[in-house]
């Protein structure tokens, strides 16, 4: 556990409802209380980090401990100021008579698919530039396993992209050059093209991202899986995913597992399936296993709950 206390960055992954949101939330506080200055943050379109916590969040960061913060990041909202973003920077490279169809391009594409997920990747710029300033630690509450995987690899698909997207454009300044003879401003424009501009500056943050989610000193990835036959398949393959993208994983949390005793024969019977499952877990993760939480006689919410699951971080249970 000495490894993911030492990331600036960690994301907790799993499959819907095997408890991601618990375990971050827990995380973030045992780091609190060991004295980083932390912010929690969930890119989950349902979000219930600020239930966990019994506390109304949003897209600035509320205070939930102390050294603890968290944000919900509203991806409706974020991909509103990434549109409006691109529109500002787009005004500056364009005759006035073409502005009004390029803005309605733009809102179209406020609707389009993976638009939250360019939007949710910049706010996620945005946090790193800030990591080891404004904060010691950043946790990421991330969305089921097929949302987060599209997130995080969209390094590596934006950057070939916009490559081909700058090459194109220079090929067109080309034009402009040939033809520069005759009409100065094309020259002045083929030179200093703000549309190659504002292009560089995005494929630049891009690989700033990729180069920190592969910097196994600053970050690092966990998966929460419950000892059941789906969520096993899936973190299998997730990590497969993530390690052919360069992203460090750190290990898997198993979440919610029967105890030792139980008393019926319903429970005895789900414990042997699940002794199965956590067999599997054994063959297939081995050391990478992080820790084993119980599944607890209530529900999580409050601050003594989630304190009672941070002490399964240190050992003290």
Not at 64 to 78: Q, R, S, V
Not at 212 to 240: S, W
Request: aromatic fraction near 10%; charge should be negative.
């Amino acid at each position: 556990m000495d490894g993911l206390i030492n990331k600036q960055v960690v994301f907790f992954g799993g499959k819907g409802g095997v408890g991601k949101t618990t375990c971050s939330s827990a995380f973030s506080l045992y780091l609190s209380r060991k004295g980083y200055k932390t912010l929690v943050l969930s890119t989950d379109p349902a979000h219930s980090l600020g239930d966990i916590f019994e506390t109304e969040l949003g897209n600035e960061a509320v205070k939930l401990a102390e050294n603890l913060y968290g944000i919900e990041i509203d991806p409706e909202i974020e991909s509103k100021k990434y549109i409006d973003r691109i529109k500002k920077q787009m005004k500056g490279g364009f005759s006035p008579l073409i502005i009004n169809e390029i803005e309605k391009q733009l809102d179209a594409a406020y609707h389009s698919p993976g638009a939250a997920e360019a939007a949710i990747f910049d706010k996620f710029i945005e946090i790193i530039d800030v990591v080891g300033r404004e904060y010691d630690r950043v946790v990421f509450d991330t969305a089921p396993t097929g949302h987060t995987m599209r997130l995080l690899s969209l390094p590596e698909l934006m950057g070939g992209w916009l490559d081909g997207i700058i090459k194109r454009r220079k090929d067109v300044n080309e034009l402009f050059n040939m033809v520069s003879k005759v009409e100065k401003s094309l020259e002045e424009r083929a030179r200093e093209d703000p549309i190659i501009d504002i292009l560089f500056k995005r494929k630049i943050s891009f690989e700033k991202a990729r180069t920190f989610l592969v910097d196994h000193k600053r970050a690092g990835f966990v998966f929460v899986l419950n000892p059941q036959r789906l969520p096993v398949i899936e973190t299998e393959k997730a990590i497969g995913f993530l390690e052919r993208y360069g992203i460090p994983v750190e290990g898997v949390i198993v979440n919610r597992v029967l105890p030792e005793r139980v008393d019926s024969d319903f429970l005895m019977k789900r414990k042997e399936v699940e002794e199965k499952f956590l067999k599997q877990i054994e063959e297939k993760f081995g050391d990478r296993v992080l820790c084993t939480i119980p599944l607890m006689e209530y529900d999580i919410s409050g601050y003594q709950s989630i304190d009672r699951i941070a002490a399964f971080f240190d050992g003290s249970v």
